[in-house]
């Protein structure tokens, strides 16, 4: 690490978590803070990748020398990182993507109905990172797919389960529940890849996470 070894490489993330609009002022959102796509995009900056950062709803400083895109629901980050993931060595979603979006969309702002329930209906929104694998370019050696997952229990079991659903190259499980990964500096998890290999970090700086997830990334752009 802190070599040079994105040198030449360019790469997009996203980070943060999206927002979908109830109406014009409410939205169902999620507690992602964006620190550790943030610390991603500053490692691989460091290592001398050309990074652009796709940020939904992040309130961190951008990082020096790294193009920030910033972006509000999940289908506006779908598209800013299909849009940009042409020719990229590899593509990282640490977003928290919203799996569902209120269906229909309302231009003017719920009133309260004296005690009623007011139904929110939801649509399915893309998944973003099985998208990318479906589509991605046929060339060698070809870009590399990195997701996340937050599992509470049976991590590994889960974290495979959802590495082979998703057809990713690698996943950065994280266990969550005890007040871990959000909002904090510091995370732990277990990095899956594809072939059986499972790479434990332990408790530490997202940079540190951030480093090892670049570490796989370039043992398999490098093969
Ligand atoms: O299925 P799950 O939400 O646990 O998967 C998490 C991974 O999938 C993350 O990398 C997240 O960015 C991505 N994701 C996505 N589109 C969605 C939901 C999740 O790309 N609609």
Redesign the pocket.
């Known amino acids: 690490e802190n070599s040079n070894d994105l040198s030449g490489r360019r790469i997009v993330i ?1 980070a943060g978590g999206t927002r979908e609009a109830i109406d014009p002022v409410r939205y169902i959102g999620n507690h992602s803070s964006g620190k550790q796509g943030y610390a991603l995009a500053r490692t691989a900056a460091a290592r001398g990748a050309q990074v652009t950062l796709v940020a939904a709803n992040v309130s961190l400083p951008d990082p020096a020398g790294v193009e920030v895109v910033p972006v509000t629901s ?1 289908v506006e ?2 598209e800013a990182v299909q849009e940009r993931r042409s020719g990229a060595d590899a593509v ?8 569902f979006r209120p269906s229909s969309s309302v231009g003017s702002k719920i009133k309260k109905s004296g005690g009623e329930p007011v139904p929110i209906g939801l649509a ?9 694998v479906r589509t991605r370019p046929e060339r060698a050696p070809g870009q590399t797919v ?5 599992e509470t229990d049976d991590v590994i079991a889960n974290g495979r389960a ?1 590495l082979e ?2 057809g ?1 190259d690698l ?2 499980v994280n266990q969550v529940g005890q007040g871990r990964a959000f909002g904090t500096d510091d995370n732990q998890a277990v990095i899956l890849g594809t072939g059986g290999s499972a790479t434990e970090v332990p408790n530490g700086p997202k940079e540190d996470l951030a480093d090892r997830v670049w570490d796989l990334v370039v043992e398999r752009l490098t093969g």
């Open positions: 996203s999940a980050l779908g990282v979603m640490a977003a928290a993507v919203a799996d399915e929104n893309p998944d973003i990172l099985a998208e990318l990195v997701g996340f997952a937050a959802k659903r998703k990713c996943l950065v």
